[in-house]
């Protein structure tokens, strides 16, 4: 098992990708500390974990709140008795507006992608750094690589991701800490259909939302969207030992959409 004895975190996993990944850290033997702002959604997940022998605890917190970035770290080292990996999976969409933003949309925008991810990361560090050991990942986009016309502010945030992962992998990595960013293309998950169908794009308007879906499937090379799964699996390869040579990258993982 790849992670056998290994004690973490997942952010934003009662849905998607973070739920996928904590099923499957769990299967490879991971203790996971299933954090989400749907408390009940983040139980179920923990309920389905244990049903398949895993070991896992939920937290229902919304990590737009400071102190509920930051407890996370603690509550697990307390329940678990430290921690080894932390995956800060947690973004959300951003707005579309440019000209006629709303301040308010981007500070939330820039909490959720990237100041909660600072202050959890902050704390796990403390632990990390007192163990020797350790291993975070961030998830960025290929927005944060390239560009994201749906919303200029995520990529802003998504690249900000990339640069944070990367001076914290050089100045933590002779602590024994690894820090990487992984840069999904478009996943199968309720999020890519908020990024596709927005009300405040007029060339989008009235389209069907599968559709919207099926044509930025046909911007990857592979021409379709990516499983929760597909990015999951690269998440257990970064946080676990088989990247033990593997810090300061941003590693794409977008069914070629960049090629
Ligand atoms: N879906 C995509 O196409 C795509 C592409 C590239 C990158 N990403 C990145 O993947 C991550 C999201 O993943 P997903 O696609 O699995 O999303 P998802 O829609 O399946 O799940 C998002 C989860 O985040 C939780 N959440 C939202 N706000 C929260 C808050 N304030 N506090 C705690 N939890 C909160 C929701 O309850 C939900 O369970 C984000 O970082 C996103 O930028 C997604």
Redesign the pocket.
């Known amino acids: 098992m790849r992670m056998a004895g290994r004690r973490g975190i997942i952010?934003?996993a009662?849905?998607?990708?973070?739920r996928a990944a904590a099923l499957m850290f769990a299967r490879e033997g991971a203790a996971v500390c299933v954090v989400?702002?749907?408390g009940d959604?983040a139980e179920a997940v923990v309920g389905d974990i244990r049903n398949a022998g895993g070991n896992a605890f939920a937290v229902g917190?919304?990590?737009?709140d400071d102190a509920a970035a930051r407890d996370i770290v603690a509550t697990t080292v307390r329940e678990f008795g430290g921690i080894d990996f932390l995956w800060n999976?947690?973004?959300?969409p951003g707005p579309a507006a440019v000209e006629d933003l709303d301040m308010a949309q981007w500070d939330s925008a820039i909490d959720?992608n990237l100041r909660s991810q600072f202050i959890t990361t902050g704390a796990a560090l403390t632990e990390m750094k007192k163990a020797h050991r350790g291993s975070i990942l961030f998830?960025s986009?290929v927005s944060g690589l390239v560009s994201s016309p749906w919303s200029p502010v995520y990529g802003a945030a998504k690249a900000g991701i990339i640069g944070l992962a990367q001076s914290l992998a050089r100045r933590y990595g002779s602590f024994g800490i690894r820090v990487n960013a992984i840069c999904?293309?478009?996943?199968d998950?309720?999020?890519?259909r908020v990024?596709v169908d927005r009300p405040d794009q007029p060339h989008t308007k009235g389209m069907d939302v599968e559709d919207l879906v099926g044509k930025v499937a046909t911007v990857t090379a592979l021409g379709r969207v990516a499983q929760?799964e597909e990015i999951a699996r690269a998440a257990l390869f970064l946080l676990s030992d088989d990247a033990s040579y593997v810090t300061g990258i941003a590693m794409p993982v977008d069914g070629g959409m960049r090629a």
Do not use: E, V, W
């Open positions: 952010t934003a009662a849905s998607g990708t973070g989400d702002r749907d959604k917190a919304d990590l737009s999976h947690l973004g959300i959720l998830t986009s999904p293309g478009p996943i998950t309720p999020m890519l990024f929760p």
